[in-house]
């Protein structure tokens, strides 16, 4: 029995150890790698991130693609199908990532893609949304892509090595997701009053999910450990202000009313104001899948997920028969 207990002892010694060891490098501004030994806490705080991150790009997608088939013209066609095929495939690699995390666990990607389905896992609350014109399809790729792209850029710095790097090239192809959005916006706040009336309803839509997106200033216990192992390094509220401070002027110049009559720039400290979204009706719509196209666009995914398993197990066969 002592013997027992002091092996215990002597295993919360080394486990304090190496959890020193491994603050000290991040303290340092070391990235740590897959292989490296990194506490529980760590490897669970990546999972989350990674896992959440991974299926929102998965749902982000479906917003988009109800507009491929009713798109103005081919060109916008080929484009937007492009850009989905691009946030599926962003989805899949961060997915991969989080399956690495979760080996130790006994936890592959089908069980990931099924906490999606379950309801164990949440998606951002933007891909709730409903996006019933074109400039909805337009707007989703200026603010919301733009919205993304100051979240993943800050992530760049991110002490968790793999998904450092996996960023920095969904961060490249979401700027370009951004610029096709850009576009479809200029052309719309250039066309007919019906077009500009069309944009500026898609912009009212959105403007208020957007502020939520960044989270409330407060943070949660999970994101303030976050920023404790460097896995993030911005605060909520600096993201929300980044965002505001680049996109407030951008609509202005493009003739077009942000939908906030609180959005003004404190002149001393340099702050925007804004109003604050309904944290408690969104946060229960993200947590129990309850928005107005939740359910749907769950459904899509599991009829997806459904649909296309001989798909997996046919490579997953393929595979196996390779490796004997």
């Given at each position: 029995m002592a013997g027992s207990y002091q092996k215990e002892g002597q295993k919360a010694v080394d486990e304090a150890q190496k959890t020193a060891e491994?603050?000290?490098?991040?303290?340092?501004g070391e990235k740590i790698e897959a292989n490296d030994w990194?506490?529980?806490?760590?490897r669970n705080l990546l999972i989350k991130q990674i896992h959440m991150h991974g299926v929102s790009e998965i749902m982000g997608a479906y917003p988009e693609k109800e507009w491929v088939p009713k798109a103005p013209s081919i060109r916008r066609k080929l484009a937007l199908n492009a850009k989905v095929q691009d946030e599926i495939g962003h989805g899949q690699m961060l997915l991969r990532l989080a399956e690495d995390l979760s080996r130790p666990y006994g936890r592959g990607r089908e069980a990931l893609m099924e906490d999606l389905l379950n309801g164990h896992v949440k998606f951002h609350n933007v891909f709730h949304m409903?996006?019933?014109?074109w400039a909805d399809a337009g707007v989703i790729g200026f603010l919301v892509d733009g919205g993304a792209i100051i979240t993943q850029a800050a992530l760049l710095e991110s002490s968790y090595a793999p998904y450092a790097r996996m960023l920095k090239r969904i961060v490249a192809e979401e700027s370009f997701h951004m610029q096709y959005g850009e576009s479809v916006v200029l052309a719309l706040a250039e066309g007919t009053t019906r077009q500009r009336e069309m944009l500026q309803g898609a912009i009212d839509r959105w403007w208020e999910p957007m502020m939520f997106f960044f989270g409330p200033r407060q943070m949660g216990q999970s994101a303030e450990k976050m920023m404790h192992y460097r896995i993030r390094t911005k605060t909520n509220e600096e993201l929300r202000q980044k965002f505001i401070n680049r996109y407030v002027p951008r609509l202005q110049a493009l003739g077009m009313r942000v939908p906030d009559p609180l959005v003004k720039k404190d002149p001393v400290t340099g702050e925007w104001?804004?109003?604050e979204p309904?944290?408690?009706?969104d946060t229960e719509m993200v947590r129990n899948n309850s928005g107005p196209q939740s359910q749907a666009r769950l459904h899509l995914r599991r009829q997806a997920h459904s649909e296309q398993r001989w798909v997996r197990e046919a490579v997953m066969h393929a595979t196996a028969l390779a490796t004997v």
């Amino acid at each position: 029995m002592a013997g027992s207990y002091q092996k215990e002892g002597q295993k919360a010694v080394d486990e304090a150890q190496k959890t020193a060891e491994f603050m000290a490098r991040i303290e340092n501004g070391e990235k740590i790698e897959a292989n490296d030994w990194m506490p529980e806490e760590y490897r669970n705080l990546l999972i989350k991130q990674i896992h959440m991150h991974g299926v929102s790009e998965i749902m982000g997608a479906y917003p988009e693609k109800e507009w491929v088939p009713k798109a103005p013209s081919i060109r916008r066609k080929l484009a937007l199908n492009a850009k989905v095929q691009d946030e599926i495939g962003h989805g899949q690699m961060l997915l991969r990532l989080a399956e690495d995390l979760s080996r130790p666990y006994g936890r592959g990607r089908e069980a990931l893609m099924e906490d999606l389905l379950n309801g164990h896992v949440k998606f951002h609350n933007v891909f709730h949304m409903p996006a019933p014109t074109w400039a909805d399809a337009g707007v989703i790729g200026f603010l919301v892509d733009g919205g993304a792209i100051i979240t993943q850029a800050a992530l760049l710095e991110s002490s968790y090595a793999p998904y450092a790097r996996m960023l920095k090239r969904i961060v490249a192809e979401e700027s370009f997701h951004m610029q096709y959005g850009e576009s479809v916006v200029l052309a719309l706040a250039e066309g007919t009053t019906r077009q500009r009336e069309m944009l500026q309803g898609a912009i009212d839509r959105w403007w208020e999910p957007m502020m939520f997106f960044f989270g409330p200033r407060q943070m949660g216990q999970s994101a303030e450990k976050m920023m404790h192992y460097r896995i993030r390094t911005k605060t909520n509220e600096e993201l929300r202000q980044k965002f505001i401070n680049r996109y407030v002027p951008r609509l202005q110049a493009l003739g077009m009313r942000v939908p906030d009559p609180l959005v003004k720039k404190d002149p001393v400290t340099g702050e925007w104001g804004y109003t604050e979204p309904d944290w408690v009706r969104d946060t229960e719509m993200v947590r129990n899948n309850s928005g107005p196209q939740s359910q749907a666009r769950l459904h899509l995914r599991r009829q997806a997920h459904s649909e296309q398993r001989w798909v997996r197990e046919a490579v997953m066969h393929a595979t196996a028969l390779a490796t004997v």
